[in-house]
Nanobody, 127 residues
Framework: QVRLVESGGGMAQVGDSLKLSCAASGASGRTVSNNAMGWFRQAPGKEREFVATISWNGGSTSYADSVKGRFTISRDNAKNTVHLQMNSLKPEDSAVYYC?????????????????WGQGTPVTVSS
């Protein structure tokens, strides 16, 4: 079992930046260093949507078109953490952001391929 805990969410103005972090921990030293990781988000009244994913070693990344060029996903396997740097925030970025660990080691953009999920951290961007 792996536990994922997100942090870094909060209130922001249009054009601001926020950095989300996801800390992974597991029983018996279980880590996510061999798993691809992803960020998803869900706005009120909308379905959960893919935001970004990173391969097990950070060598590959993929982004939703809506955040490409503004968001950057990264990971530090030594610290079992994953980050999402969000720049040039827009009101439509407002959502609860979830960190997830994939079943595979390669980038994947669909939620059903993710095994472990965090509780989410809310982001609100106001104009």
């Amino acid at each position: 079992q792996v536990r994922l805990v997100e942090s870094g969410g909060g209130m922001a103005q249009v054009g601001d930046s926020l950095k989300l972090s996801c800390a992974a921990s597991g029983a018996s030293g279980r880590t996510v260093s061999n798993n691809a990781m992803g960020w998803f988000r869900q706005a009120p009244g909308k379905e959960r949507e893919f935001v970004a994913t990173i391969s097990w070693n950070g060598g590959s990344t993929s982004y939703a078109d809506s955040v490409k060029g503004r968001f950057t996903i990264s990971r530090d396997n030594a610290k079992n953490t994953v980050h999402l740097q969000m720049n040039s925030l827009k009101p439509e970025d407002s959502a609860v952001y979830y960190c997830a660990a994939a079943r595979s080691s390669t980038v994947v953009a669909t939620a059903e391929h993710y095994r472990y999920w965090g509780q989410g951290t809310p982001v609100t961007v106001s104009s």
